[in-house]
């Protein structure tokens, strides 16, 4: 690699929650997890036939709720753990240089190696990038040019985690 790609991110409770939602969204959509919120959808279809049949409604109140935490409530929880984590742990703002090299991702003298990194996602926003303790969300501003995020992200697929 001829010269290291420099990011700068500003950890902060607000870029946690974007990227959380970010890759949750993603998420949702392109793994096996939404065939779940499929089946819950069914089971509440015959729930409802069981309802109007045979009068029995546990069925239904309980594939009702399965659905609605699925499709509305999972997020909302998920949202909270995140905001109560970044209250306890007192991080307000903090700007952080990360820096990629030929051995990986490094910032602040520790170093994320390329098996720890297990996918990268761009989004219209930016870099989505999951390691084995975070996720992290490079927006575009966090590059200093178009072509450094390109850069990072042809990187990025060379290495296989460009998804």
């Known amino acids: 690699m001829s010269k290291p790609v420099e990011i700068r991110f500003t950890w902060s409770k607000e870029a946690a929650v974007k990227a959380s939602k970010l890759y949750y969204d993603w998420d949702m959509k392109h793994s096996s997890k939404r065939y779940i919120g499929w089946f819950f959808i069914a089971?509440?279809?015959?729930?409802?036939?069981?309802?109007?049949?045979?009068?029995?409604?546990g069925l239904l109140y309980l594939s009702t709720f399965l659905v609605i935490y699925w499709y509305y409530i999972r997020w909302y929880i998920r949202k909270r753990m995140i905001?109560?984590?970044?209250?306890?742990?007192?991080?307000?703002?903090?700007?952080?240089?990360?820096?990629l090299t030929d051995e990986g991702l490094s910032y602040e003298g520790t170093l994320i190696d390329?098996?720890?990194?297990?996918?990268?996602?761009?989004?219209?926003?930016?870099?989505?990038?999951?390691?084995?303790?975070?996720?992290?969300f490079f927006e575009k501003d966090a590059f200093r040019s178009y072509d450094e995020m390109q850069r990072f992200l042809s990187i990025m697929k060379q290495q296989g985690k460009l998804l």
């Open 43 to 57: 089971l509440v279809q015959f729930a409802i036939v069981g309802a109007l049949k045979h009068h029995v409604f």
């Open 83 to 99: 905001v109560r984590y970044y209250d306890r742990s007192h991080i307000e703002n903090k700007e952080v240089l990360f820096t």
């Open 114 to 136: 390329w098996e720890h990194i297990f996918k990268v996602v761009k989004f219209d926003d930016g870099v989505l990038l999951q390691t084995l303790n975070h996720t992290l």
